[in-house]
């Protein structure tokens, strides 16, 4: 028993201490384990020119202009914006309101000259028709905080193929 | 090799234990599939592309869950002669690898057409990756000697070591940005996700789990098989020596 002890204490040990190592060394290396930047972190602590970054938050609503291939919007996170030039393919999920990372290099205009744009999905999951009633409630106030809220060509689909009630109920 | 006799004795038990996780993983499997194939709705932003949770998401917490038995059987074995650790860290680690790669896959091709790439080097992904790599060198580490007794240490040490994965892979949406979402279910406040989408949901973790057990069961049996084979071919050349 004395013996059966003493190996746990040394299991809980060395495994304590590997993962304080583990820890520090994240911590250490947080700028880089981190996937993008908030507009706000940006602010904070500017970064050289030239150096490629990412940068996520929701697109501005109304900041999204296209001239031929290029377009031109805004990422904001409700505090500090900047703001994006991009040229190239656009994933589904984007729109105005949509959560957006953009991989580029900062020019020294302070627009974000981006080769990538990635849609961030959020953590909810919602049927159409309850997106739809939710909308329809809260017309004419302001969006949601999440503001994920679907643009009228989205909306234009109901009802969904397999949107009724679900057999569980 | 007389324990294992006492053990394979101790494990026909199993055999009524396996009967019911089998049947209720089929029972399951089908009820989860059918409900979130076809009549759980769509989601508003994802449209029909959300059905991949249903595979993803279980595939993940099964992932996850695979590592931990691995890992307290690890550290029990590390800890004294307790075979049957052995046995359920050996019988684990593969199951767990092919949790983690359906986890994977499906999250790659639900990444390319949501988020506009099948990969991205975020911590979330990353860390699950190198659960992947945790279980292969596992794998690996436990067949790669000939002594059965010093391969099953030297994979226990291991999954040991390697356990500090796991809360980094639960918590890395939390702590860093990460382009994946964070958690829908645990947490603080109320799942973020309709109820509808949650119950099927639900089901197929249990049937993932019932799955789970059932694989462990059958690779823990045919374990105890192999071992049995070459005690008995052991004792077979010895006799053949001393003649």
């Known amino acids: ?169 | 090799m007389h324990c294992f006799a006492k053990l394979a004795y101790r494990l026909r038990h199993a055999r009524a234990l396996l009967l019911w996780s089998s049947t209720l993983t089929v029972v399951l499997l089908v009820i989860g599939l059918v409900w979130g194939l076809f009549f759980s709705p769509a989601d508003y932003q994802q449209g029909e592309m959300v059905r991949i949770l249903y595979i993803h998401a279980p595939a993940a917490w099964m992932g996850l869950f695979s590592y931990i038995v691995m890992a307290v059987a690890s550290a029990v074995s590390l800890m004294g002669k307790y075979p049957l650790a052995n046995l359920v860290a050996k019988a684990s680690s593969p199951v767990g690898a092919v949790f983690t790669i359906i986890c994977l896959v499906t999250g790659a091709l639900w990444g390319k057409p949501m988020w506009g790439a099948y990969w991205v080097w975020d911590a979330r992904l990353t860390s699950m990756l190198i659960l992947f790599f945790l279980y292969l060198g596992h794998i690996a580490l436990v067949n790669a000697f000939d002594d059965y007794g010093r391969g099953a240490r030297a994979g226990a040490i291991l999954a040991v070591i390697g356990f500090i994965n796991i809360p980094i892979i639960k918590f890395s949406v939390d702590w860093w940005n990460t382009l994946h979402q964070p958690a829908s279910i645990t947490r603080v406040a109320l799942p973020a996700m309709a109820m509808e989408m949650l119950l099927p949901l639900l089901v197929m973790g249990l049937a993932f789990t019932a799955y789970y057990v059932t694989l462990l069961l059958v690779r823990i049996r045919s374990e105890i098989a192999a071992v049995q084979v070459r005690a008995s071919r052991c004792s077979l050349r010895s006799i053949g020596k001393r003649l």
């Open chain 1, 1 to 169: 028993m004395i013996l059966k002890q003493r190996r746990l204490g040394w299991l809980l040990f060395s495994f304590l201490a590997l993962g304080m190592a583990i820890g520090l060394l994240l911590l250490a290396a947080s700028d880089t384990v981190t996937f993008f930047f908030s507009p706000s972190e940006l602010a904070q602590q500017p970064v050289k020119q030239d150096r490629r970054l990412r940068v996520g938050g929701i697109v501005a609503a109304g900041s999204v202009q296209r001239t031929g291939q290029t377009i031109h919007f805004v990422i904001t996170d409700r505090v500090h914006t900047v703001p994006v030039l991009f040229s190239g393919i656009l994933p589904d999920l984007f729109r105005e309101g949509q959560g957006v990372v953009a991989e580029g290099v900062l020019g020294e205009d302070g627009v974000l000259h981006a080769f990538s744009v990635l849609a961030k999905h959020d953590e909810t999951y919602t049927p159409r028709d309850v997106a739809e009633s939710l909308k329809n409630k809260s017309q004419g106030k302001r969006a949601p905080e999440t503001a994920t809220v679907p643009s009228p060509r989205e909306t234009a689909t109901v009802p969904s193929p397999s949107g009724s009630a679900p057999a569980g109920q």
